[in-house]
T-cell receptor, first 118, second 108 residues
Framework: KAGVTQTPRYLIKTRGQQVTLSCSPI?????VSWYQQTPGQGLQFLFE???????NKGNFPGRFSGRQFSNSRSEMNVSTLELGDSALYLC?????????????????FGPGTRLLVL | QKEVEQNSGPLSVPEGAIASLNCTYS??????FFWYRQYSGKSPELIMS????GDKEDGRFTAQLNKASQYVSLLIRDSQPSDSATYLC????????FGSGTKLNVKP
């Protein structure tokens, strides 16, 4: 079974631009979560999508948004890029996600998209 | 207080030794617990999950959960240089909460 895929793998943008990142979950997984990872802040939760609906959201400004399609693929968008948005953006998928009952299911991570904002 | 706390390390152990990685968590996050390994420049990969008190073994890895003391640990037996990585502890309460990771160096 193919793993989680993310495109593009590397991206260079300038301040003020916007960017869209894509994530395809493991086949059969309906939940996609997005994380930002920086050396200073570690792994920070952005949001989770399940069945095309945002189910959980982290503490990020509204410049960060996402969506999920009917085939469970997800995109995240960052508008008006800032230097501090330079990070590794990780997508993780699971079968039923973060609110699937008393036990939260395992998440499997994609390879990530490394974004550099100049 | 952060939901999940880990000592950032680095933790250095000689090859063949047991590496012990520890993680504490707050009351809020107490459903499920996970250990991920992350090599430099790569994404996290799952090592183990544990849901109930006690030990869970998988090859050279043993996860230990103590809910009364609110800690979870990962033991790596017969440590190898290839085990050198950052180990992330995660706990969940409706979403994943990750610790900042412990860097492990296994010296040949």
């Amino acid at each position: 079974k193919a793993g989680v895929t993310q495109t593009p793998r590397y991206l260079i943008k300038t301040r003020g631009q916007q960017v869209t990142l894509s994530c395809s979950p493991i086949s059969g997984h309906r939940s996609v979560s997005w994380y930002q990872q920086t050396p200073g802040q570690g792994l920070q939760f952005l949001f989770e999508y399940f069945s095309e609906t945002q189910r959980n959201k982290g503490n990020f400004p509204g410049r960060f948004s996402g969506r999920q399609f009917s085939n469970s693929r997800s995109e995240m968008n960052v508008s008006t890029l800032e230097l501090g948005d330079s990070a590794l953006y990780l997508c993780a998928s699971s079968q039923s996600g973060l609110a699937g009952g008393p036990l939260v299911e395992t998440q499997y991570f994609g390879p990530g998209t490394r974004l550099l904002v100049l | 207080q952060k939901e999940v706390e880990q000592n950032s390390g680095p933790l250095s152990v000689p090859e063949g030794a047991i590496a012990s990685l520890n993680c504490t968590y707050s009351d809020r996050v107490s459903q499920s617990f996970f250990w991920y390994r992350q090599y430099s420049g790569k994404s996290p990969e799952l090592i183990m999950s544990i849901y109930s008190n006690g030990d869970k073994e998988d090859g050279r890895f043993t996860a230990q959960l103590n809910k009364a003391s609110q800690y979870v640990s990962l033991l790596i037996r017969d440590s190898q240089p290839s085990d050198s990585a950052t180990y992330l502890c995660a706990a969940t309460f409706n979403k994943f909460y990750f610790g900042s990771g412990t860097k492990l160096n296994v010296k040949p």
